[in-house]
């Protein structure tokens, strides 16, 4: 089918087709209906599976009827990117229809932000923390709000923002529509969802699994030869985008410089980042200027660069959701891709489990000089699959086919070495 089922206004219909939308993804197809009928709706779905057009389109459309000038609809969401995400996907598919947005988030001065507000938008896509500052400088009217949207709650629960997404909801309508989105559903989000939305319609797409399209790699190897095997991937393999997990902002900057420093087209995002450094690098990485992009689980959110055809987990992540999370920003937008994930000693348990999950889909690979056997859980036979057959080690060659585009290193580094001072810790 295609989005003229939905019976879309013509002017939204033409946003949609103006970013060349075809056939809607399984989240769009049955979120979409339940919230033009002004339904509450909890969706659990993965990132990358076009959720914000799930819930950006019906609220378009919402909009076009009634008056204009008020903040009518609400977005909230975990990080600075992804709020950005979102109001560009509003200015998108509202052009033409005139709708209005703007986007608050912390880490940039807040007197623009107030400008904006007082110029009589119709949405706003909000991080909690800078909503709650403009909540108390009285410089946001929230009064006509009629549709809410969290937005990642399950991250927002893990960046300790569920208290303030509570304070906020104090100061909405209590006779409102309430749109919940997350990619699990930890006991707490079920709490929110109980409080927050009325007789909701659940939507569940792939719940609380990795993603189809990527495939799954394993390296046990000890920490000090970390970096080294990353290179030897990374000169072995052919990939277009590749986006680097580490667990600390302390070790993304690390990493990247080591990396920048071996001639690689790199750059890193973190915590510590300004505004404007970030969207540096963000930008950097969508244009192709940066090939390897290394960043935390937090400042990762929100990345919406749909040519990633790897990730690398160099640090483990701490949870299997965790996991699903990081290996969502590839083989997104139907395409295919790779999580490359390193295992050490101390990941043992997590690793179990993980494998537990991916079962056949997982495979493990060694590198001469380079990685160590599968460290032991449970009393479980080293090296062994969770269908109890031997490891598949790739002893070393190359895992896919060589293309016609060049190995990701570049002799000529594209780091700006005139902002190198984006990387202080």
């Not at 998108?92 to 932000?113: D, H, M, P, T």
């Not at 006779?175 to 997350?182: A, I």
Request: glycine share 8%; with cysteine; hydrophobic share 35%.
């Amino acid at each position: 089918m295609s989005f003229e089922k939905f019976k879309l206004d013509a002017k939204i219909f033409a946003g949609v087709q103006a970013l060349g939308y075809k056939v809607p993804t399984p989240i769009q197809l049955e979120s979409i209906p339940p919230i033009m009928e002004s339904r509450d709706v909890m969706g659990l779905a993965q990132t990358g599976t076009g959720k914000t057009a799930a819930f950006v389109l019906p609220i378009l459309q919402r909009l076009m009827q009634g008056p204009r000038g008020h903040i009518r609809a609400l977005i909230i969401a975990p990080t600075r990117e992804l709020s950005e995400q979102t109001h560009k996907a509003i200015g998108q598919l509202g052009r033409r229809a005139q709708i209005r947005s703007a986007s608050i988030y912390g880490g940039v001065n807040i007197n623009g932000q107030i400008t904006k507000l007082r110029d009589r938008v119709d949405i706003v896509s909000a991080c909690p923390g800078r909503l709650l500052d403009h909540i108390q400088r009285n410089t946001i009217d929230l009064s006509h709000v009629e549709v809410l949207v969290l937005d990642e709650a399950d991250h927002m629960f893990d960046m300790g923002f569920l208290p303030d997404v509570r304070r906020i909801v104090k100061h909405l309508p209590a006779q409102r529509q309430t749109l919940l989105f997350s990619a699990t559903m930890p006991e707490d989000i079920r709490s929110l969802a109980n409080d927050l939305l009325t007789n909701p319609v659940n939507i569940k797409i792939g719940h609380e699994a990795p993603i189809e399209t990527v495939t799954h790699h394993f390296y046990p190897v000890q920490m000090a030869t970390k970096t080294a095997l990353l290179k030897d991937i990374l000169d072995k393999t052919e990939m277009e985008s590749v986006l680097v997990f580490t667990r600390t902002k302390s070790r993304a900057k690390s990493v990247a410089l080591q990396l920048d420093k071996s001639g690689y087209k790199v750059t890193s995002l973190h915590g510590n980042l300004t505004q404007q450094k970030r969207q540096h690098a963000l930008d950097g990485f969508r244009d192709g200027r940066y090939e390897i992009m290394v960043a935390t689980d937090i400042a990762a959110r929100g990345i919406d660069v749909t040519r990633i055809s790897h990730v690398i987990n160099y640090d483990m992540p701490s949870t299997t959701d965790a996991y699903t999370h990081r290996i969502g920003r590839t083989g997104r937008a139907a395409k295919t891709g790779d999580a490359f994930t390193f295992v050490t000693g101390e990941d043992a348990g997590l690793a179990h489990s993980l494998k537990r999950v991916l079962g056949e889909k997982l495979e493990y690979h060694s590198v001469a000089g380079l990685t160590t056997s599968m460290p032991v859980d449970d009393g479980s036979p080293a090296r062994r699959n969770s269908s109890g057959r031997g490891m598949k080690p790739n002893n070393g060659r190359k895992l896919f086919a060589t293309k016609a585009r060049p190995n990701i290193r570049s002799k000529q580094r594209s780091f700006d070495s005139s902002n190198r001072s984006q990387w202080a810790h």
